[in-house]
């Protein structure tokens, strides 16, 4: 796959790669894709606990917030497979 970036954004990614950040420009785009699937899942699931909300299905904060940082710990872990 090819990706094509507007000027800014390819200058954005080589400054990152520049400043040591990432060793390469695909390192960068693929963790911003990672971060763009955490995104999506963190949307499905606020989704979901909107429409549960609304069926009255609540569950108490000390879940809730359980649940938030195992998620979170769970998105600082480095993901294998590239």
Do not use: C, W
């Not at 971060?35 to 299905?57: H, N, P, T, Y």
């Not at 649940?67 to 480095?78: I, K, T, Y």
């Amino acid at each position: 796959m090819n990706v094509d970036l507007p000027a800014d954004q390819q200058a954005f990614i080589e400054s990152l790669v520049a400043a040591g950040r990432y060793a390469t420009p695909n390192d960068a785009i693929r963790d911003g894709v990672r971060l763009l699937i955490s995104q999506e899942r963190l949307k499905q699931q606020v989704d979901v606990g909107v429409q549960q909300a609304d069926r009255g299905e609540l569950v108490d904060h000390d879940t809730v917030f359980g649940q938030l940082r195992a998620m979170a710990a769970a998105s600082l872990q480095p993901e294998t497979g590239e």
